[in-house]
């Protein structure tokens, strides 16, 4: 088992400046363009494909880092460079993650592949979990899949919304209710492959931030896939039901189900996103305070100015302390007790939110207009305390973790 360390190795601290190279590189000067555009930069997607960051290879390698802090030491810096564009060069990971907590052996080394194609074929993938009437509230959820066992196929039908990737992704991760009675146990992931008949783009979100990523609704008609593309087997999916059904009965102990696996082994990562959208605006903050000069002084000077960066600074460490302890302690196995999962995601998110705002006072009217990018900081950082559980849901969590009550 990896001790805890703040040090980062050697084979660490080249992947970091690597990964930092190409932010500041190739991915700041694009972040404008895009962001007006509000389009997939593929482009950029194939620079970062072309050097291999956009690979099964690379995400695989920070994945299985012994340390736990390969996937949140690339995520800040690519977020460092902008949020949209590394969120579309990332958000094929939410699928892959989705597979990886639920797949089998097999279905990991034939669906992950396809997410990503290749350098001269680039492909992403879309988790779809989210409804138009179930967001937080994942016992509501609509899209129901039905087992035609005469064709060993699932029938898929329903509308998913907020994907990252939707409808333009070479391969679908969906979250579906199979057994209604059981609520947000009775649920399972499904594949579904490239092509499929069925399978459609509904509307296309024009967003408040992260605007380079494309988020759109997911609409399920008759969709059939075949039966392996159940993620785990058809086996597994019942002897779960069954389980869930007992503990139904008994009042025992409560099963997670497909989507919370995959968002609890993602929410460090969502949380390192945060610092890395924070301490690019703390560092823009911090160069125009030192070069900025008001009443013959320059503005950090001021103990109004010096104070705010202070704070800034010391909230983005402990922000970057909780995901790599979160993270360090889901790699090694070291159960989240306290929901340290879900304190990462929470503090970082918030602490994105502050920082960037604080960034934009700092610049004053310089930092309301597009000329700065603390404003387009700004706004990506919003969605850190929304998507992939509120801070109001990571509240909850904490809470009901720590009291062991049902706390609504």
């Known amino acids: 088992m990896a001790e805890f360390t703040l040090d980062l190795n050697d084979d660490q601290k080249q992947v970091r400046d690597w ?3 190409f932010a500041a590189d190739v991915i700041r000067p694009a972040a404008a363009e895009w962001d007006e555009r509000e389009e997939t930069p593929w482009p950029v997607i194939q620079e970062a494909a072309k050097v291999g960051i956009y690979s099964l290879d690379f995400y695989a390698q920070q994945f299985f880092d012994p340390t736990g802090l390969g996937i949140p030491m690339a995520m800040e810096e690519l977020f460092w460079g902008d949020a949209g564009i590394a969120l579309s060069i990332v958000g094929t990971g939410l699928a892959a993650v989705g597979v990886l907590a639920n797949g089998t052996e097999e279905q990991i080394g034939t669906w992950i592949p396809q997410m990503y194609g290749d350098a001269n074929d680039v492909k992403v993938a879309a988790f779809c979990s989210s409804e138009p009437d179930a967001g937080s509230d994942v016992a509501s959820m609509r899209t129901r899949a039905v087992y035609d066992q005469a064709k060993d196929e699932w029938v898929l039908n329903g509308t998913k919304t ?9 391969v679908h991760v969906v979250v579906a209710v199979v057994d209604a009675e059981l609520g947000s146990k009775g649920h399972a992931s499904f594949i579904v492959p490239p092509n499929t008949p069925g399978l459609s783009q509904g509307q296309k979100f024009k967003k408040h931030g992260i605007r380079a990523s494309h988020t759109a609704e997911v609409v399920l008609e008759d969709v059939r896939v075949p039966g392996h593309c159940l993620l785990g087997g058809k086996e597994k999916l ?18 997670k189900n497909a989507a919370m696996a995959t968002f609890e ?3 460090p990562a969502v949380g390192a996103m945060a610092v890395g959208t924070a301490r690019a605006a703390y560092e823009v903050a911090l160069d125009y305070a030192r070069t900025r000069t008001q009443f013959g002084r320059p503005i950090i000077d001021n103990q109004g100015i010096a104070f705010q960066l202070a704070d800034m600074r010391t909230q983005i460490d402990a922000a970057r302390l909780l ?7 889901a790699t090694t196995g070291k159960p989240f007790e306290s929901a340290e999962g879900s304190m990462s995601k929470l503090y970082a998110s918030e602490t994105a939110k502050k920082v960037t705002a604080q960034a934009i006072q700092i ?26 559980g509120t ?7 904490i809470a009901r973790t720590l009291s062991g009550m049902p706390i609504r």
């Open 238 to 255: 019942d002897q779960r039901m069954a389980r869930a059904r007992e503990r139904a009965q008994s009042g025992g102990e409560r099963v």
């Open 162 to 170: 907020w994907a990252t990737n939707g409808g333009i992704a070479n």
């Open 323 to 329: 995901v790599w302890r979160a993270s360090w302690m």
């Open 265 to 267: 082994a993602s929410r």
């Open 19 to 21: 990964l930092h190279g």
């Open 391 to 397: 801070s109001e849901i990571q509240r909850l969590v």
């Open 363 to 388: 610049l004053g009217g310089n930092g309301f207009t597009r000329e700065y990018p603390v404003e387009r900081m700004h706004r990506d950082a919003a969605i850190y305390t929304i998507f992939e």
